[in-house]
């Protein structure tokens, strides 16, 4: 089955770091830019960041900036999301998805081929 599958979410304190992955099953992960996106109760999803298919690219957008990293490891056709010193703020359902061109800014829904499931993330003391 062609798919994103996701992993790592949770609930963590204030200041705490979580690693999110997204995994790809089925296709070629590193084809594919991976954008990041999270979605909090009452608010419209909004965009992370971005990796472009190599990985030389990257974009974070300026909430996560200094906090947040992107990563990937082609080898294991795995992306990650490296979250540290976060907030509550960051509280949010988390979403990877796949697109066949990178930019430095989220792409309209429909330019995405693939998406995660979607993983939870709770900070909260």
């Known amino acids: 089955q062609v798919q994103l599958v996701q992993s790592g979410g949770g609930l963590v304190e204030p200041g705490g770091s979580l690693r999110l992955s997204c995994a790809a099953s089925?296709?070629?992960?590193?084809?594919?830019?991976i954008g990041w996106f999270r979605q909090a109760p009452g608010e419209e999803r909004e965009g992370v960041g971005s990796i472009s298919s190599s990985g030389s690219d990257l974009y974070l957008t300026d909430s996560v900036k200094g906090r947040f990293t992107i990563s990937r490891d082609n080898a294991k056709n795995t992306v990650y999301l490296q979250m540290n010193s976060l907030k509550p703020e960051d509280t949010a359902v988390y979403y990877c998805?796949?697109?066949?061109?990178?930019?430095?800014?989220?792409?309209?829904?429909?330019?995405?081929?693939?998406w995660g499931q979607g993983t939870q993330v709770t900070v909260s003391s």
């Open positions: 998805a796949a697109a066949s061109y990178y930019t430095d800014y989220p792409l309209p829904d429909q330019e995405y081929d693939y």
């Open positions: 089925g296709f070629v992960l590193d084809d594919y830019a």
